[in-house]
C-alpha cells in the first residue's frame, strides 16, 4: 500500500516512522509545534537496536563520527574507588555509543526532508480522531490515511484517542543534565574517557559521567527532592565538589539554569484506536536507567512503517496497527519494567559491585 501518513511530533520516533514510510513511496508530513524542529535535553546513550536502525535509514556512519564508543562502564564511590566494571563490547558483540541529542536528531531531520517529507513547523496538534486525522489548534483537521502520534510523554494525540492507562512522575529523585567541555576532565585516556557512574552512598548523590564526542562531556547529577543544597537553582558547584572531590575539573563551574526534571512513566491500553495510532514516549515514556528510551522508540517507529506498508488498503490499516503492536509490545512492556525496577535499585548497596548488565538489558539491545 502506499498511502498518506500525517504525524505529530519531529523527535526521534516521528522523524523515524516518516522517513521509513516516506521511502516506501507515502506522503507524510509532520507537525512541529516549535518554529524549527531540534532536540530537548543534553547526551544520549544508544545501544545496538538503535544502531541498527540507523544502519536501515542510512545514517549509521553519520551519527557514528559525532559520537563516542567507550572502552568500559565503571561505576566508582566518592573516593574513586571502582565497585564495578563492564567492558565494551557487549556480549554478543552488542554496541552502545553515545552522542550529543542534537547529533542524532539533526541527521534524523535531513533524512526526512530529504525523503521527501513535509515538515510543517509551529503546527501544535491538539488531537487525533480514530478515522486517521490529527487535529492543530488552528481548527483545522488533517485527514490521512494513518494518524500518528509520536508527540512526547504529555501525547495530545494519546489522550484524545482515549489510550492512557496511568502516567506515573516518581517524585523522589531530580535530575539535572548538561554538557561541559571535555577539554575540563584532567586526562586523555582511562577513566576520563569510560562512561563512569560515580556514586556517594552517604550523601545519595549521583554523577554519571559521559563523554559524548572529541569534545563535548555529559554530565547527569542526581539527588533527592528533598536535598535542597545540591538541587537549588541556580546549582551550587560547591556543594558538589564537595561530595565528588575527584570531579572538581569538572564540576567547578556548572550552568546557572540547565535541563532539570523528574522519572516518568507511561501506560497504555493500547498502541492504536481505529487509524490513529502511538510510538515513542506517546506509548511507552520509561525513566531512563538503562538507557533504551530512543532505542526502543525508533525501533518500535521502524516497525510500525513497515506494518503500515504491508497493509494492503486502508481497510486493513487497524487491524495492521494491531498486529504490530502485538509484534513489539511484550519486549517494550518488559524493557520498560526493567528501567523502573532499576529506579529501585539505583544507588549501589554497601559493598555491592556492579559487573553485569543483567539480561533484560541485553536482550533489548538486541531486538
Avoid at 498502541?271 to 511507552?284: K, Y
Wanted: charged share 25%; hydrophobic share 45%; aromatic share 6%.
Amino acid at each position: 500500500m502506499r498511502g498518506h501518513a500525517e504525524i505529530a511530533g519531529a523527535g526521534f520516533a516521528g522523524l523515524t516512522v516518516a522517513t521509513a514510510l516516506a521511502r516506501l513511496g507515502w506522503s507524510v508530513r509532520v507537525h512541529e509545534r516549535a518554529p524549527e524542529p531540534r532536540a530537548d535535553g543534553a547526551g544520549i546513550f544508544l545501544w545496538e537496536n538503535g544502531l541498527r536502525v540507523l544502519a536501515e535509514l542510512g545514517l549509521e556512519r553519520t551519527v557514528l563520527a559525532r559520537s563516542h564508543s567507550a572502552a568500559a562502564w565503571e561505576d566508582r564511590d566518592e573516593r574513586g574507588a571502582q565497585i564495578g566494571l563492564r567492558p565494551f563490547p557487549l556480549p554478543g558483540d552488542l554496541r552502545m555509543v553515545t552522542m550529543i541529542r542534537q547529533d542524532l536528531h539533526a541527521p534524523l531531520l535531513e533524512a526526512a526532508r530529504g525523503a521527501g517529507v513535509s515538515v510543517e513547523t509551529g503546527s501544535r496538534v491538539v488531537g487525533a480522531d480514530p478515522d486517521g486525522a490529527l487535529l492543530t489548534d488552528d481548527g483545522a483537521r488533517w485527514p490521512a490515511d494513518v494518524a500518528i502520534g509520536a508527540d512526547g510523554i504529555g501525547s495530545h494525540v494519546r489522550d484524545s484517542l482515549g489510550l492512557l492507562r496511568e502516567r506515573t512522575q516518581f517524585e523522589a529523585i531530580r535530575i539535572i543534565r548538561f554538557t561541559v567541555p571535555l577539554s575540563r576532565a584532567p586526562g586523555s585516556s582511562g577513566q576520563w574517557r569510560n562512561y563512569v557512574d560515580h556514586w556517594n552512598l552517604g550523601a545519595r548523590r549521583r554523577v554519571l559521567y559521559v563523554p559524548c564526542n572529541a569534545d563535548d562531556l555529559y554530565l547527569m547529577l542526581a539527588a533527592g527532592s528533598e536535598d535542597a543544597p545540591a538541587v537549588a537553582h541556580p546549582l551550587d558547584a560547591g556543594v558538589w565538589c564537595a561530595s565528588f572531590p575527584l570531579l572538581e575539573p569538572v564540576l567547578r563551574k556548572l550552568p546557572a539554569a540547565p535541563h532539570t526534571d523528574r522519572y516518568d512513566t507511561v501506560r497504555v491500553d493500547a498502541w492504536s484506536r481505529g487509524r490513529g495510532a502511538i510510538v515513542g514516549d506517546a506509548a511507552h515514556a520509561m525513566p531512563p536507567t538503562i538507557g533504551q528510551g530512543a532505542g526502543t522508540a525508533m525501533t518500535n517507529a521502524l516497525a510500525l512503517a513497515g506494518a503500515l506498508d504491508r497493509a494492503p488498503d486502508r481497510d486493513a490499516i487497524a487491524a495492521a496497527l494491531v498486529a504490530w503492536e502485538q509484534s513489539e509490545r511484550a519486549e517494550t512492556d518488559a524493557t520498560q519494567a526493567t528501567s523502573v525496577a532499576r529506579l529501585e535499585t539505583l544507588f549501589p548497596r554497601a559493598g555491592e559491585r556492579r559487573d553485569s548488565w543483567g539480561s533484560q538489558p541485553l536482550r533489548a539491545a538486541s531486538r
